[in-house]
Every structure is written in C-alpha cells, then in structure tokens.
C-alpha cells in the first residue's frame, strides 16, 4: 500500500465538465508534485509545490488548475478537458524536493 | 538539458536467468538517480537512490551501480513477480530545482 492517497482512482468526464482530483500524504512531506503519465511512456512532470507554494509549473495549460490548501493536501481542478488529456494522473511527494519522490497509485481520467 | 536513456526497451527473461539493464545520463552536476518499478495501473515505486560514482545499493534480487555516466540494475535469477517497467530518472544539482527526468523505461517480463 502506498503512503500517498489519490482520489478518485477513475474518472469519467465530458469536455465541459469540472471535477477536482484529490492527494494526501501525512509523511510530513513539504514537497508535492503533480505528473501526468500516457502509456507506455514515462511520468510527465506538471506542477511542483514546495512548502505549499507553487515552484515550479512546466508549462501546463490553464485548464489544469493546481491548489495546496495545506501541506498534506494537494488538489487539481480541471476545467474544459480535451480527448488528449486522458492519460493516468500521479501525485508524488518528498521530503524537501531533493530527496526520494514517493507517488501514489493515481488516477485513471477519461474525457468524453 | 538532462538526457535519459534506457535499455534494452523491453526484455524477456526466463525465470533464473540473470541480466542487467542499462540507463545512460546526461545532466549538468549530479544531484541523485533514482531507480523506480512501476506496475501496470499503479504509480512508480521507489527501488534506489544513488549519488555518486561507485556507490551500490542491493534489495532483494536488485542491485543498482552507478558510473559518471551510466547506472545498471542487476538483477539475480529473477522470478515471474519481478515483471515490471523499470524507470531511470536523474535529478541535477542546480539550486531550487526538484525536477526529475526520466528515461522511457525498460519493461521487463518473466517468464516460468
């Protein structure tokens, strides 16, 4: 079992839809990372968060919306998704951000 | 900017029969590289850290080597439950960046 939760595990929705994807970790973590995975390819790194404030954002477009509402807690709200952002969405964290990255079991999206 | 890469893409072993897989790095200033299994639907499970050149780390039917320029994951005499995607990632040594790079994975499958 790991350490870091995800909710839901899978989630249908319609390109006009807006849903919010949860992650939890009480490992006293203070880094918290966001991926999105296709298959057969490797993690794609999305946002970072260290100490609860938004460090790094690779570039992702603005219907992905990041919040850290505290250190153990980590959210993403979608808004207006397209068919190609179907992939398997990874929550990881770490201790200070230069130590191990511990990912949870993610969650399987759909966009119809 | 930092480079990964894995081989072989994919490898399929008879239960016993010992190999190695190979990541190549480029990264400017090493800070870590880390070594995960990843499982089909599941998140990336964290295996080895290593830091510099010479280090080990063994777990189980695992051992992790590291070069300047590449780290191998050994394995002894697998079993059927070592089937999994193996993924690299480099972390580099630049202040206030906790971002990973990863290589494209080895998928690896044992057979009985």
């Known amino acids: 079992d790991t350490e870091v939760t995800q909710t839901p595990k899978h989630l249908v929705m319609g390109m006009t839809n807006k849903k919010s994807l949860k992650c939890e970790q009480h490992m006293g973590h203070r880094a918290m990372y966001w991926y999105k995975q296709k298959a057969k390819k490797p993690p794609e790194l999305m946002f970072v968060?260290?100490?609860?404030?938004?460090?790094i954002n690779e570039s992702v477009p603005s219907r992905f919306s990041p919040e850290c509402p505290n250190s153990s807690l980590l959210n993403l709200h979608l808004h207006a998704l397209q068919p190609e952002d179907s992939a398997l969405y990874l929550c990881a964290s770490s201790q200070d951000g230069f130590t191990p990255q511990h990912f949870g079991d993610g969650t399987r999206l759909s966009i119809l | 900017e930092d480079q990964v890469t894995q081989s072989p893409e994919a490898l399929r072993l008879q239960e016993g029969e010992s190999s190695s897989l190979n990541c190549s790095y480029t990264?400017?200033?090493?800070?870590?590289l880390f070594w995960y299994r990843q499982d089909p639907g599941k998140g990336p499970e964290f295996l080895f850290t290593l830091y510099s050149a010479g280090e080990e780390k063994e777990k189980e039917r695992l051992k992790a080597t590291l070069t300047k320029k590449e780290s191998f994951l050994h394995i002894t005499a697998p079993k059927p439950e070592d089937s999994a995607t193996y993924l690299c990632?480099?972390?580099?040594?630049?202040?206030?960046?906790?971002?990973?790079?990863f290589g494209t994975g080895t998928r690896l499958t044992i057979i009985p």
């Open positions: 990632a480099v972390q580099a040594r630049d202040f206030g960046n906790e971002k990973l790079t």
């Open positions: 968060y260290s100490y609860e404030k938004l460090s």
């Open positions: 990264v400017s200033g090493l800070r870590g």
